[in-house]
């Protein structure tokens, strides 16, 4: 089945600077990637997604970006503000709609 | 609001209750999703209904039994729980049509077994 690995499991960056987090998976059938964004006590929520056709999304200051040659796909938020700091979880679909999720990277920004 | 809401939000409960956890979508999907969030595991998936059957059942123990009654309807009955089942308890829902994966979560049942 699909694995998806996510790292770095915190990061901190200064408000203003980029963050970037990164993940894999394992299976190359695989082709769609979402992107979700839980906040502290709030259900994740859907901010980007990537489909296995297209190299690169951006929408506003977040942008994902999938090599498929060498499975791996990254989120990028770029003038990071307060109001980003939560919980971001990469996933990928394994076959139907069965999601399969990464362990999930904390985001901190410091003001 | 994403049209998925889920009762009660917060439930204690000894290891001998029997309860049930309830979700409910208003957003026309076809299917229904059951995940664990622990310290542990942030998101696990546990149970997948499409279009009402039970596609997936990831090793969950028996102590958790799911039941959809129809598309708009998720049950998850709880019985003689143990403690590490504590968690928050998520449900989510899709459209299962023309490529389209993005599920959207319920706010969730936190749980703790006594």
């Known amino acids: 089945g699909e694995n998806v690995e996510q790292h770095p499991s915190t990061l901190s960056v200064q408000e203003g600077d980029s963050a970037v987090i990164k993940c894999t998976y394992s299976d190359s059938a695989s082709n769609y990637f979402p992107w979700y964004k839980q906040e502290l006590g709030k259900r994740p929520q859907l901010i980007i997604d990537?489909?296995?056709?297209?190299g690169e999304k951006k929408d506003q200051r977040i942008a994902v970006t999938l090599n498929k040659t060498a499975k791996h796909f990254s989120l990028h938020i770029t003038e990071t503000q307060p109001e980003d700091s939560a919980v971001y979880f990469c996933?990928?679909?394994?076959?139907?709609?069965?999601?399969?999720f990464g362990a999930g990277t904390i985001l901190r920004v410091k003001s | 609001e994403t049209g998925v809401t889920q009762t009660p939000r917060h439930l204690v409960m000894g290891m001998t209750n029997k309860k049930s956890l309830k979700c409910e979508q208003h957003l026309g999907h076809n299917a229904m999703y059951w995940y664990k969030q622990s310290a542990k595991k942030p998101l696990e998936l546990m149970f997948v209904y499409s279009l009402e059957e039970r596609v997936e059942n990831n090793s969950v123990p028996s102590r958790f039994s799911p039941e959809c009654p129809n598309s708009s309807h998720l049950f998850l009955h709880l019985h003689t729980l143990q403690p590490e089942d504590s968690a928050l308890y998520l449900c989510a829902s899709s459209q299962e049509s023309g490529g389209t994966y993005e599920q959207y979560f319920g706010p969730g049942t936190r749980l703790t077994v006594t």
């Open positions: 990537i489909r296995s056709n297209v």
């Open positions: 996933a990928a679909v394994e076959y139907g709609n069965k999601l399969v």
